[in-house]
């Protein structure tokens, strides 16, 4: 069973930095892409960064690129999101998922959820002063 947990997630202020992490359980971690979703009250889930199993590339989507930086861990079994400069857009609940098909990052250039990607339950962030 494929099990992913976040934490890390909490209340920050505008300009700040935050890291959430996620474990991961249940499968051969470096067999498979691992990144990191956001979905804020009324809006759609978006792919924010993700990192693919055996050549490191990553992705970014162009709202957070510059200011997040995603990395594994294959020692720990754990996904990284260091986030800094946070802003109130930044607001939602942030998801750990894993995808054997790399997200389709080499095919549209960003991070896309398939049909076969493992999600974990969320992390809140909160940005505000």
């Known amino acids: 069973e494929v099990q992913l947990v976040e934490s890390g997630g909490g209340l920050v202020q505008p300009g700040g930095s935050l890291r959430l992490s996620c474990a991961a359980s249940?499968?051969?971690?470096?067999?498979?892409?691992i990144g990191w979703f956001r979905q804020a009250p009324g809006k759609k889930r978006e792919g924010l960064s993700c990192i693919s199993d055996s050549d490191r590339i990553a992705y970014y989507t162009d709202s957070v690129r510059g200011r997040f930086t995603i990395s594994r861990d294959s020692t720990k079994n754990t996904l990284y999101l260091v986030m800094n400069n946070l802003k109130l857009e930044d607001t939602a609940v942030y998801y750990c998922?894993?995808?054997?098909?790399?997200?389709?990052?080499?095919?549209?250039?960003?991070?896309?959820?398939?049909?076969?990607?493992?999600w974990g339950q969320g992390t809140q962030v909160t940005v505000s002063s």
């Open positions: 998922a894993a995808d054997p098909w790399r997200f389709n990052m080499d095919l549209s250039g960003i991070c896309e959820s398939t049909k076969d990607t493992n």
């Open positions: 249940g499968f051969t971690f470096d067999e498979y892409s």
